[in-house]
């Protein structure tokens, strides 16, 4: 064991967690690097599977589903074992289902069928992507019980900024490499990753609730099940809008790519300086805020065209920054009795939610598209009112936020985080919110 024992002196590591923690949370952010370029690619291939493969927006968007399927599936299951099997195990597990994913996505049609395949690889990666987050948000926490919210702000960095990474090697390479090729860039931080994992000593489960039984019995909070829903509409707001950027902009005038890169460089910006606004607004407060800007933005994707989305992009990733992050590390403070699980299944409803959302995102695009056709429109002109229109119904998700995070920043005033030790030592007492100060 290398753990050093926290003994209250400034630099040390709190009590059991291992020394090599910040490689584990280097290693938790290539992870995560991993997981949103399989996004960002992936949504900047779609013409090119509709090309090859022959498949419509319908079709694409079940495709598209399934890593948001295996998301929660992973996040639900790896909830439950946390506690029993650690986030070693998670990791590793992560590592397999990437590589499986990535190599049956790139031999797409040699062992099903092409729309099989893609089926069957996306769902590889989204129990990948699901373990991640299953393994890597409860380990942070573990690893940092005085600054959770800053530091999984900081992880959380490296979605947005994969997204960067994945979106501008599709802009560049994508007519030297093809979609087979872009797909295989991914190998390269997959490898990092298990790299930086193998033969390391992860933490033990001491800074956060680790009783199964308790964890469940926090499940019952209303104010957990209300976060729980909110989730589902946070991530079907950031998510509906990324992950069909390609499709929905492709007329607009802008580049769809340079705006997933845009919108992901200002939102790992956001993140990595986190800690200073979290703690002037508070949690509640920034999910206000949050909700406002990205009505305010996605309503404006839908009215502008040309130079002007690139602003109006601006405004969406300012209003989507904090959603994800912050959410979680609003369980792991005020409803910390739900330990790992809590967060897993938070992150899980975010994500299940989109195996809805994206095949009825992909049909309204098809309806709106011919529609428009049957009114005359042709061409870019047909693609264009499409997508306006597709954003114009998707800015409601956002409408709805506001009056939900509105109503839970005037019930959360005055609350304050519960400490994870109080937990710990007491978790039948801490089942009210802010209860423990």
């Not at 506001?402 to 839970?408: A, E, P, S, T, Y």
Request: charged share 10%; with cysteine.
């Amino acid at each position: 064991m290398s753990t050093i024992i926290d003994n209250g002196a400034p630099g040390r590591v709190p009590a059991g967690v291992p020394a090599n923690r910040d490689r584990l949370f280097l290693a938790a952010c290539v992870a995560l690097i991993v997981t949103s370029m399989t996004f960002a690619i992936r949504a900047g291939i779609l013409k090119d599977l509709t090309v090859e493969f022959g498949l419509d927006n319908t079709q694409l968007g079940y495709v598209n589903s399934m890593a948001f399927l295996g998301f929660p599936i992973a996040m639900i299951v790896g909830g439950l074992l946390y506690n029993s099997i650690g986030p070693k195990l998670m990791m590793y597990s992560a590592f397999v289902f990437h590589m499986l994913g990535l190599v049956l996505t790139i031999f797409a049609g040699e062992v099903f069928g092409p729309y099989a395949d893609l089926l069957i690889s996306t769902l590889f990666i989204g129990l990948a992507n699901g373990s991640v987050e299953a393994g890597c948000n409860p380990m942070i926490s573990d690893m940092f019980p005085d600054k959770q919210t800053q530091m999984l702000n900081k992880f959380h960095v490296w979605f947005p900024g994969g997204i960067v990474i994945g979106s501008l090697i599709g802009y560049f390479f994508s007519a030297t490499l093809g979609w087979q090729g872009l797909i295989a860039t991914m190998f390269v931080p997959t490898i990092l990753y298990a790299v930086l994992i193998f033969g390391q000593e992860f933490p033990r489960s001491e800074n956060i609730e680790s009783n199964t039984g308790a964890n469940i019995a926090g499940l019952f909070n209303p104010l957990f099940l209300f976060i729980a829903l909110c989730m589902t509409l946070t991530a079907a707001t950031e998510f509906s809008t990324t992950q069909w950027v390609e499709k929905i902009l492709s007329a607009s005038g802008a580049q769809p790519l340079i705006v997933l890169a845009l919108v992901s460089g200002i939102m790992a910006t956001g993140r990595f300086f986190a800690g200073p606004i979290i703690h002037r607004f508070n949690p509640t407060g920034v999910l206000w805020v949050s909700a406002v800007l990205s009505a305010l933005g996605i309503y404006l994707l839908s009215t502008l065209s040309g130079g002007a989305v690139y602003g109006a992009a601006v405004v969406f990733a300012l209003g989507v920054c904090y959603f994800w992050p912050t959410m979680i590390g609003f369980v792991g403070e005020y409803i910390p009795q739900t330990g790992a699980l809590g967060m897993s299944l938070v992150g899980g409803a975010g994500m299940f939610s989109m195996t809805i959302w994206n095949p009825v995102i992909g049909g309204w695009l098809d309806e709106a598209k011919a529609t428009a056709e049957a009114s005359g429109l042709t061409g870019l002109e047909a693609e264009a009112l499409a997508g306006q229109e597709t954003l114009g119904a998707m800015v409601w998700l956002p409408i709805i936020l506001i009056v939900l995070f509105g109503g839970l920043y005037f019930y959360m005033k005055g609350k304050r985080p519960v400490p994870a030790s109080a937990v710990v030592l007491d978790a039948e007492a801490m089942s009210q919110p802010g209860s423990a100060r």
